[in-house]
């Protein structure tokens, strides 16, 4: 079964209304508008194509965290679903062990991406899917521990940063 056909079912809550859609729903406009970015500033067809697998591939294990029993958070009477408010408990009420990193509480931002910047436009894209992992998948603890999404983001943002600049 193909990623595509995993999302399908929340294509057209995506489509309807923005602020209104669930976690998942965030999560496939997010890598839509990854790809629609792809298309639009990579040239390399090749690129874009091993790009789009990636996007789709590390989606899929977001949404599989997201629906783990521990892993994944959503309170519809929070905004947004997230974050969680009580970030130092546990879903169980225990105390979580402190790390020394503090947790930024991220505004909500339209998904959309600016179309005119293209830097600027992958920018957005990547802090989108740093924000859903902030607010949905916080509950893991590698996911908390070490901010794997956030890292790597940055680093695709660098790559194909660098890679929209050198075709200039």
Known sequence: MKFSTVFATFSAVASQDVRGIKPPGRLEKT????????????????????????????????????????????NSDLTNGGPDPNPELRPNGKPRKVFSRKRRQVEDEELRFDETNPLKGLTQ???QFRIWSERHINECGGQRRFNHIARRMNKWTSKLGSRWEQQL
């Open 31 to 74: 890598t839509s508008n990854f790809k629609l970015w792809l298309t639009q500033n990579i040239m390399d067809g090749d690129a874009v194509d091993r790009w789009s697998n990636r996007v789709d591939k590390m989606a899929a294990n977001m949404l599989s965290a997201y629906d783990r029993a521990k892993c994944g958070f959503y």
């Open 125 to 127: 894209i990547t802090k």
